[in-house]
Structures are given as C-alpha cells and as structure tokens.
C-alpha cells in the first residue's frame, strides 16, 4: 500500500513568489490533514478536509494560505505571496475516518525556504 | 500558548541505557495521548498511544506512564538502540472528534554505541 505522497520534497522561493505544495493520501483515506513545523517548533495543524470538505481551517496563519482538495483526492497548499516568516516544513496526513481510532499517516513533508 | 510542553530538547543516551521523555499539557479535555517517532527526511509515525483511564502502557521496549492528576506523561525506551535515534514528539488530542494533534515541540534522541 503506498504511503501519503508529498511534492515537492523541497522547495526554496524567494519572498513574494507563489509555491504551491501538493499531497496525495492514501486511496481510500477520506480524511486529509495539513500541518506545519517551523524551525524546531512543534508540529501545528493547519487544516483539515473530509473527502473535498473543509472541516476545520481554525490552523490556517492567515488569507495568503489557500488548501484545495477537489474531487476528494489529492490536496494542495498554496501560499501567495510567501513570506519569510511561511518558511518550515510542511506535512500532510490522512486517515481512514476521522476519529482518535484511526491511525494517522503523514507524508515524509514539503521543506519550504523563503528567501 | 504552547499547550503541550516536552523535555528535553535533545538527549544522549548510550546504548542498552533508558531514554526518558517527558511531557506536560494544560488542556484537561485531552483525551488520547500518542507519541510520535521521526527519522530523517521521514514523517512522523505513529509509535504507541495511550488514554487517561490507565496509568502506563507498554509496547516491546516503549512504555508511556501516565500522570492525570499532574497532567503529564512520559515515554520510556528501555535497552535504548542506535536504531532508535530519531526525534519523538509527544502529543494529545480529544476523541470523539477528529485527528486535530496539539503536538510538543520534539526531542532529538541520539543512542551512542
């Protein structure tokens, strides 16, 4: 079974640009998690979907983050303009449903720099 | 405001030592207590998990204790090993909901031979 993908692995932009990360979950997982760590911090939640819902954007740091999940399958983060401040590495996850039951998969993550 | 508190930082232990973790939360209403194991260029996995209605629980050479009335928790690697080097993060949720993780901030585990 293939694990949560992630593109790209690493990403360096330069302030003001637009980067847009995507993740693939695994087929079936209808529920998709966005997080962010950023230099050393703990992991944060971002967002979260069920199958092309937003269920919970409360993580989102702002309007210059946009998450889609059309069709209910892969997801992208956009962020525009970056800032250097958007700078870490961000993880995606999926789980089958959505409760504490359910094991939470994360992708290996986008490293983000913003110069 | 940090919810999940986690120590140390980084930790160096020898090999066949115990590794400790240790871990404090403020929000009474979480309800699952998972920790997190990540090796590099790796996601964070799933490692063991558990919930305030028992005090530890143990998986192989890992064992989360458990301290409700404290509000903290611990991970215990026993006869750590150089395999074992990774970061771990402790975290906590609610259940009944989703998978909205408040995680700590991650030790470094390094094991030395």
């Known amino acids: 079974e293939a694990g949560v993908t992630q593109f790209p692995s690493h990403s360096v932009i330069e302030k003001g640009q637009t980067v847009t990360l995507r993740c693939d979950p695994i087929s079936g997982h209808d529920n998709l998690y966005w997080y962010r760590r950023v230099m050393g911090k703990e992991i944060k939640f971002l967002l979260h979907f069920v199958k092309e819902s937003k269920q919970d954007e409360s993580g989102m740091p702002n309007n210059r983050f946009l998450a889609e999940r059309t069709g209910g399958t892969y997801s992208t983060l956009k962020v525009q303009p970056a800032e250097l401040e958007d700078s870490g590495v961000y993880f995606c996850a999926s789980s089958r449903q959505g409760g504490t039951n359910e094991k939470l998969f994360f992708g290996s993550g986008t490293q983000l720099s913003v110069l | 405001q940090q919810q999940v508190k986690q120590s140390p930082q980084s930790l160096i232990v020898q090999k066949g030592g115990i590794s400790i973790i240790n871990c404090a939360y403020e929000?009474?209403?979480?309800?699952?207590f998972p920790w997190y194991q990540q090796f590099p260029g790796k996601g964070p996995a799933l490692l063991i998990a558990i919930r305030p209605d028992v005090s530890e629980k143990k998986e192989g050479r890992f064992t989360i204790s458990f301290n409700k009335s404290a509000k903290q928790f611990s991970l215990h690697i026993m006869d750590s090993q150089p395999g074992d080097s990774a970061t771990y993060f402790c975290a906590a949720s609610i259940e009944g909901g989703y998978q909205k993780v408040t995680f700590g901030t991650g030790t470094k585990l390094q094991v030395i031979p």
């Open positions: 929000n009474t209403a979480f309800d699952y």
